[in-house]
């Protein structure tokens, strides 16, 4: 009989998932893992320079592929440094796999070195967290942590297991599909719901969509495009949620929520039934008030949990069900339906607003103040991106500007920290998204604060030769909190200015293209070269460091 040890066996079942690369850095309690990885040229371990980025890179991959992506990493600290990453893979819903090599099983409750108790520290930021404590026991829970990953609404889990664990000995199991041990057909829609949904989109003279991530991960976007044309439905999207349809759609007004288009805000005052495909309706898409969903609004909600559906909003109608399927059935149901003549002026309405939308950005290019606004900046990106390109957004007040103002053709291509707001997520999300999808030009817009986060992996990017491109818009500050302590500390500033590198030349010691970009003419041409380069690639801009977004609370806050 064929045996393995605990760490080929990882290997394998990760295999199993089409899991390509692991993230982390090399530890004592997990070498049965690595030294199976030496004979396997199939799966790469990405050696990275803080377990933090690890968490980042595997669920910028995540996030791009719809596969898993995994960090593996050793004892107490190594474990301790994720959590943030993890804590980002939760709120995206992000399939992220945390693996960590433990304690041997007999140093447990002795105060061992690096003894944590990181099943209960994790269970908060995971669907699920375990340890095995028996090689034997290895196969059946982790595809379990990989069922409750992938299935549903998708997460991260935590599996900590032993190193003694992984150093044992267990009988080769045979390879399994994913298939055979988790759910890979979607949910379907109940009929009834589906024919109370047409009925009531038939009646709507001002219907909207409303399009979450739910849509993008159930491949539905191209049935959410074709309820809009075919029925003349405006769409716009969540927060962050930018690429779940085409942006350059006639009838796609932007994002709704926070830092969006306030076209799509006015769309989603004047809509009489909004159809809410795949969104929670969280915090930064409504802000939990009614300034964008009005009382007497009727909502439709789609999604996956039922939990999420009238959790913050009352909702006329309520599908527990898989976007993509419940999208294909109102397709079925409403295929004899032609658009009905009151919506013609709804039609015009939406484009109206599409046309002040794209004004105002048109606007925009030309800025030519300097140094130069961050709103040119994005401008200058709409030009010259090919659409392919996956952007990451980090948070800050310089990134804050491009959730209403970068353009996205494709889905799974705009990935940003979300409700968890994590400064120095953008730049080791992109290397994570470079590896899940090579092909693509890969893109991270940072401030300078955010990006010193986690700069340390250009040497990572270098090494491996993971050739995604950095911005840096530098302003000297953290400007989010600067711009609070304007508007209501009277500009008392304190805490808030800080110094940095010359980011290109920093770039260029680790063996990576720099490029200074100080004049708004030279943004594209820098981004091409920086694109093209083949290699880690940073670009500093100096910014207006007055020039931050006005805070949600003081646009609310009453006089």
């Not at 320079?49 to 190594?78: I, K, N, W, Y």
């Not at 057909?185 to 409303?210: G, K, W």
Request: proline letters at 7%; charged letters at 20%; a neutral charge.
């Amino acid at each position: 009989m064929d045996v393995w040890t605990g760490g080929r066996a990882v290997v394998e079942l990760l295999k199993a998932e089409r899991v390509r690369h692991i993230f982390g850095i090399v530890g004592a309690t997990f070498l049965d893992v690595l030294d199976t990885l030496y004979d396997d040229p199939s799966v790469e371990y990405i050696n990275v320079r803080h377990e933090q980025a690890a968490a980042f890179m595997a669920d910028g991959l995540a996030r791009v592929t719809d596969r898993p992506g995994v960090c593996l990493v050793t004892s107490g600290p190594g474990a301790t440094n994720l959590i943030t990453g993890v804590a980002a893979a939760h709120v995206a819903h992000s399939p992220v796999i945390v693996l960590v090599g433990g304690i041997a099983l007999d140093h447990y409750q002795k105060d061992a070195f690096q003894e944590f108790d990181l099943v209960s520290m994790f269970r908060p930021v995971t669907k699920l967290a375990i340890q095995i404590n028996k090689a034997a026991r290895i196969p059946e829970l982790l595809r379990a942590a990989l069922r409750t990953a992938m299935s549903g609404r998708p997460g991260p889990v935590f599996v900590e297991i032993p190193r003694d664990v992984l150093n044992d000995k267990l009988p080769s199991t045979a390879a399994l599909a994913p298939e055979s041990y988790r759910v890979v057909h979607p949910q379907p829609p109940h009929a009834d719901a589906v024919r109370v949904a047409a009925r009531r989109l038939r009646l709507a003279e001002r219907p909207l969509l409303l399009v979450g991530g739910g849509a993008t991960r159930a491949g539905a976007t191209e049935l959410v495009v074709q309820l809009s044309d075919r029925h003349a439905i405006p769409m716009i999207t969540a927060y962050s949620r930018n690429d779940a349809v085409p942006n350059a759609h006639p009838l796609y007004l932007g994002p709704l929520g926070r830092a969006g288009a306030p076209e799509a805000a006015a769309a989603c005052r004047r809509a009489d039934l909004i159809l809410v495909v795949g969104s929670r309706l969280g915090q930064f898409t409504t802000h939990f008030d009614d300034r964008y969903l009005r009382p007497g609004t009727a909502l439709i909600q789609i999604d996956i949990d039922s939990r999420d559906i009238g959790r913050y909003y009352p909702v006329e109608l309520g599908i527990q069900a898989d976007a993509r399927e419940t999208c294909q059935a109102l397709l079925s149901a409403l295929a004899q339906d032609a658009v009905p003549e009151v919506r013609a002026s709804w039609r015009q309405e939406a484009e109206m607003l599409r046309a002040q939308r794209h004004a105002r950005l048109a606007a925009e290019a030309s800025l030519g103040a300097k140094p130069m606004k961050p709103q040119r900046v994005y401008a200058e990106l709409r030009r010259v991106l090919p659409p392919e390109t996956i952007v990451t957004l980090d948070a800050g007040a310089a990134p804050a500007y491009g959730y209403d103002r970068l353009h996205f053709a494709r889905p799974r291509t705009f990935l940003t920290p979300l409700d968890l707001g994590g400064l120095g997520f953008a730049f080791p999300a992109a290397l994570g998204a470079k590896l899940g999808r090579p092909e693509a030009p890969v893109l991270a817009v940072h401030g300078d604060g955010g990006y010193l986060m986690n700069a340390q992996e250009l040497e990572t990017a270098v090494r491996h030769n993971i050739a995604a491109v950095t911005i840096v818009m530098n302003n000297n500050c953290w400007g989010s909190e600067k711009a609070y302590q304007k508007h209501f500390y009277s500009g008392r500033y304190i805490g808030c200015d800080i110094g940095n590198p010359r980011y290109d030349q920093f770039a260029r010691l680790f063996g990576a293209a720099g490029f200074y970009v100080e004049h708004p003419d030279q943004v594209g041409d820098a981004v091409k070269a920086a694109l093209s380069a083949g290699t880690p690639a940073v670009i500093e801009i100096p910014i207006d460091p007055d020039e931050f977004p006005t805070p949600v609370a003081a646009v609310r806050r009453p006089d």
